[in-house]
């Protein structure tokens, strides 16, 4: 059992920029592919960001590339979230979610994922 503990939300306002983190409680977090989603209010949970186990691959949603950045420590047990020039459509929770997968896989499917985090509350302000 993996449990993914998201920190790092909060309320900003429209520009900013902040950093979610996600805690990983497993001795073998780097055989995990690892993403976020969010869920805005009345909306249905959607992709935001996936990262391989090695880190070397990534994908973004359309809605995010070019401003937000998923990394991650294995050293740490830790991926991030890197958002800048937030916009107020972006507030939403923000879930972390990790896939037990072979190879250096990355997924934008939710029903890929095996575990996820209770999520982190981000509001953006205009």
């Not at 809605?63 to 937030?86: C, E, H, P, W």
């Not at 896989?105 to 982190?120: A, K």
Request: hydrophobic share 30%; net charge neutral; charged share 20%.
């Amino acid at each position: 059992q993996v449990q993914l503990v998201e920190s790092g939300g909060g309320l900003v306002q429209a520009g900013d920029s902040t950093r979610l983190s996600c805690a990983a409680s497993t001795l073998t977090f780097s055989t995990y592919a690892m993403a976020w989603f969010r869920q805005g209010p009345g909306k249905e949970r959607e992709f935001v960001s996936t990262i391989s186990q090695s880190g070397r691959r990534t994908e973004y949603a359309d809605s995010v590339k070019g401003r937000f950045t998923i990394s991650r420590d294995n050293a740490k047990n830790t991926v991030y979230l890197q958002m800048n020039s937030l916009k107020p459509e972006d507030t939403a929770v923000y879930y972390c979610a990790a896939a037990a997968a072979p190879g250096d896989y990355i997924s934008e499917w939710s029903h890929n994922y095996n575990y996820w985090g209770r999520g982190t509350q981000v509001t953006v302000s205009s």
